[in-house]
């Protein structure tokens, strides 16, 4: 099975932080994305990475950015956390290929004080 | 841009019958897919069925069906003889470049 491991189920962490958030998939997966949920809004694609050292905005990348060194690890960071990117964030990976199927992480409950 | 639209943000059945979650989709490509997904309370979101555009017939797992119409624009999903597991919030969800989810449904399940 397809396991995708996120860092922290839940955080809290004041205005102005850096936040650092996890996510390892353990099936050699090329994509890997990381999105948010918001109620009433579904997930939206913050940004996502086709290979080790590459990125590529989603929808909504301000105020975030990315790492990809290894392949099985992505990571998304708050440069200066603020209260309205409080939200579930989720981390997903995929094969390479049309059919993507997308299998996600438990997702990181944040809180931003 | 495609869109995704769940127009039932909330919807109970009991258990043992069968429940139909909308969802519609705005696009001018031919080719793309569409997915179900499942995310219940607390737990990791899960594929629960998915359907390639270029295929008339409609897709099928088990209890989950899907009622595609191209035409229409339109994906629902059918949950037939449904149980207190199948409690969660359902996405709907549009591939062609990108992947666009919508709003989602919270489909409670009564004993």
């Known amino acids: 099975d397809v396991k995708v491991t996120q860092s922290s189920r839940y955080l809290v962490k004041r205005t102005g932080e850096k936040v650092f958030l996890e996510c390892v998939q353990d099936?050699?997966?090329?994509?890997m994305f990381w999105y948010r949920q918001d109620p009433g809004l579904g997930l939206r694609l913050i940004y996502f990475?086709?290979?080790?050292?590459?990125?590529e905005k989603g929808d909504i990348p301000e105020g975030y950015s990315v790492s990809r060194e290894k392949k099985e690890r992505f990571s998304l960071i708050l440069e200066s956390a603020s209260t309205n990117q409080t939200s579930m964030y989720l981390c997903?990976?995929?094969?390479?290929?049309?059919?993507?199927?997308?299998?996600f992480g438990p997702g990181t409950r944040l809180l931003v004080l | 841009a495609q869109t995704v639209t769940q127009s039932q943000p909330e919807m109970s059945v009991q258990e043992a019958e069968t429940v139909t979650l909308s969802c519609t989709y705005d696009?001018?490509?031919?080719?793309?897919?569409l997915f179900w997904y499942k995310q219940p309370p607390s737990r990791q979101m899960i594929l629960v069925i998915r359907?390639?555009?270029?295929?008339?017939q409609n897709a099928t797992e088990n209890r989950f069906s899907v009622n595609f119409q191209k035409a229409a624009k339109s994906f629902s999903l059918k949950i037939s003889d449904s149980q207190l597991g199948d409690t969660a919030m359902y996405f709907c969800a549009f591939k062609n470049n990108d992947m666009r989810f919508g709003a989602g449904t919270r489909l409670t399940v009564k004993p």
């Open positions: 997903a990976s995929s094969f390479g290929g049309s059919l993507e199927t997308q299998y």
């Open positions: 990475s086709y290979d080790v050292k590459m990125k």
């Open positions: 359907q390639e555009a270029y295929k008339q």
């Open positions: 696009t001018s490509e031919s080719n793309y897919y």
């Open positions: 099936m050699d997966h090329e994509n």
